[in-house]
């Protein structure tokens, strides 16, 4: 009997957009079910546009009722106080879906260039051509939704491989 399809949140931080990316995956076949963007306006407090994400983003899972989240690294080494308050939205990225009971994964960008297009120096162009391969009849909110989703996508193709290497481990003890 084939287990039942899990719902990925893939989670794609930024202060300003933060994108999200909902797929199902029931261990072979992805299926896309929504993706959307959680915006902040610049010119608010930051402790307003973090608790924007956190509302937002807790909306998103209530309505879904993802299984499992994905949030992909951000890198920011230009501005000190841009990567800071990127962080801090990070955290609240990685804190909602964690409030929310659900198993939180991280990725790096190229571990996701990785997953999605074969090779993690793929330009922001082929992961969104791929992404749409991937999950036809998508349409993307924003160019942060397509990168939530292939965030998901990474995400389902590192999870089937944990689960065949547990089951075969399991196999081998037994």
Not at 74 to 88: D, F, I, M
Not at 95 to 121: C, F, I, N, Q
Request: aromatic share 4%; charged share 20%.
């Amino acid at each position: 009997m084939a287990p039942p399809p899990i719902r990925i949140l893939g989670l794609d931080p930024g202060l300003q957009h933060t994108g999200w990316g909902l797929v199902e995956h029931d261990g072979f076949r992805l299926r896309f079910l929504a993706d959307g963007v959680v915006s902040t306006a610049p010119g608010e407090e930051l402790a307003r546009r973090l608790l924007v994400l956190h509302r937002g983003l807790a909306e998103v899972i209530a309505q879904w009722t993802p299984d499992e989240a994905a949030v992909e690294h951000t890198y920011v080494a230009r501005n000190p106080e841009s990567a800071l308050k990127l962080g801090q939205a990070r955290g609240v990225v990685l804190l909602a879906p964690a409030l929310a009971g659900l198993v939180v994964r991280e990725y790096g960008a190229m571990e996701v260039k990785r997953a999605v297009v074969g090779t993690g120096h793929a330009a922001k162009e082929q992961v969104q051509a791929m992404v749409r391969q991937l999950l036809p009849g998508v349409t993307f909110k924003r160019a942060d939704a397509a990168d939530a989703l292939a965030i998901a996508i990474c995400h389902a193709h590192h999870r089937s491989t944990r689960n065949a290497y547990s089951a075969a481990v399991a196999r081998a003890r037994a």
